[in-house]
């Protein structure tokens, strides 16, 4: 049975679809300027996108980080040219994982854990994602683990100053409202 022309149904964006939208084109942006960024390691970025991740995440809940780091992801692969390359799916399972970090981050006491703790958390499950993946399919060899103490340290300083960076702006935000 095909649908007739009656058969007509308008999606209308709601306040919330435009507010996902905002924040997925600013991480994207972010997206783009970590891309141009020279790296000393393939694969070692600063992360930035992350901040508006976390944003979305203090602000609107998991929901909205999920649609923004999901939409950044593949619109970065889009204007990149590297959508389904390998460095789109390395993207794709750091951005996986650190998801995951972010919803067991969101789970802690708010006493001792807030963005920044989030964003070290996520940082480390995102590099995490992107080894397994790399070890799994990529490169097949245990030599990739030589590079752990440099992603790691890589992680440790980009999880830290991007979650600073969150907090402070949600603190603004906040004064804001």
């Not at 780091?69 to 204007?79: C, D, Y």
Request: proline share 6%.
């Amino acid at each position: 049975m095909t649908a007739s022309s009656s058969d007509t149904r308008i999606l209308a964006p709601d306040a919330t679809d435009h507010r996902i939208a905002r924040l997925a084109a600013a991480a994207l942006v972010l997206a783009l300027v970590d891309a141009g960024l020279p790296s000393p390691l393939p694969g070692v970025k600063p992360g930035l996108a992350n901040i508006v991740t976390l944003i979305a995440l203090y602000r609107y809940g998991f929901r909205a980080a999920v649609w923004v780091s999901l939409l950044r992801i593949a619109g970065a692969g889009l204007l990149l040219g590297s959508l389904m390359t390998p460095g789109f799916f390395l993207s794709l399972a750091g951005g996986t994982m650190s998801l995951v970090g972010l919803l067991f981050a969101q789970r802690l006491p708010e006493r001792w854990f807030g963005p920044a703790s989030a964003s070290l958390i996520a940082a480390f499950c995102h590099i995490g994602g992107q080894l397994i993946l790399a070890r799994a399919i990529l490169i097949p060899s245990d030599g990739i683990l030589y590079f752990v103490p440099a992603f790691a340290l890589t992680a440790l300083v980009t999880g830290t100053v991007n979650g600073i960076v969150a907090a402070k702006l949600l603190e603004n935000t906040h004064e804001t409202d």
